[in-house]
């Protein structure tokens, strides 16, 4: 199952809502997960099950959709919050994560 | 305190063998889904395998025959037998936790992970 993350990157300013987008090539319900990853660190889990914040992650990040559409939207930019974000199924085996969308601060 | 850490990592010639472990705290490897990711410089996270508590074992495309993963009981890690090594397994590998719904790893998702640890095929 391959995952397309829209856009690559991005440059929004602090306090913009912003928008990314996993499409999948073919349905996986609501099994996909999100992470975050700041430079030169390991992944940090945000979400799972489409919608389901992890714990301790802040309540800015908010996840949606099923089937082959999911969206991850970050409600207020924060500095802290520059990073690239990747999408993750386990629909079925192989386990595929979408290439990545980086994020900047304008 | 939950906490994974890799070793093992180095350069390596192609065609030859390394072996990565995961020195896990915090939980017990043998009640728990333990898996591989990796990611090669500038590029993105690829899966390459993992371990159900039950023993089962799954791999990616990429390493199915030259690569296995096993776990220790013993001394709660979970190792990466790595053979045959090309120049494309450069990368940074993260060992972490696949969490599964009881009876299905349908729809699992990895938390918590290690730091990694750099693996360079290079002559």
């Known amino acids: 199952i391959q995952l397309t993350q829209s856009p690559s990157s991005l440059s929004p300013s602090v306090g913009d809502r912003v928008t990314i987008t996993c499409r999948a090539s073919q349905g996986i319900s609501s099994f996909l997960a999100w992470y975050q990853q700041k430079p030169g660190k390991a992944p940090k889990l945000l979400i799972y099950?489409?919608?389901t914040l992890q714990s301790g992650v802040p309540s800015r990040f908010r996840g949606s959709g099923s089937g082959t559409d999911f969206t991850l939207t970050i409600s207020s930019l924060q500095p802290e919050d520059v990073a690239t974000y990747y999408c993750q199924q386990l629909n079925s085996y192989p386990i595929t994560f979408g290439q990545g969308t980086r994020l900047e601060i304008k | 305190e939950v906490q994974l850490v890799e070793t093992g990592g180095g350069l390596i010639q192609p065609g030859g063998s390394l072996r990565l472990s995961c020195a896990v705290s915090g939980f017990t490897v043998n009640s728990n889904y333990m898996s591989w990711v990796r990611q090669a410089p500038g590029r993105g996270l690829e899966w390459v395998s993992v371990i159900y508590s039950g023993g089962s074992t799954y791999y990616a495309d990429s390493v199915k025959g030259r690569f296995s993963i096993s776990r220790d009981n013993s001394k709660n890690t979970v190792d990466l037998q790595m053979n045959s090594l090309r120049a494309e397994d450069t990368a940074m590998y993260y060992c972490a936790r696949l969490n599964c719904y009881p009876g299905s790893c349908q729809g699992g998702w990895f938390d918590p992970w290690g730091q990694g640890t750099l693996v360079t095929v290079s002559s």
């Open positions: 099950a489409a919608s």
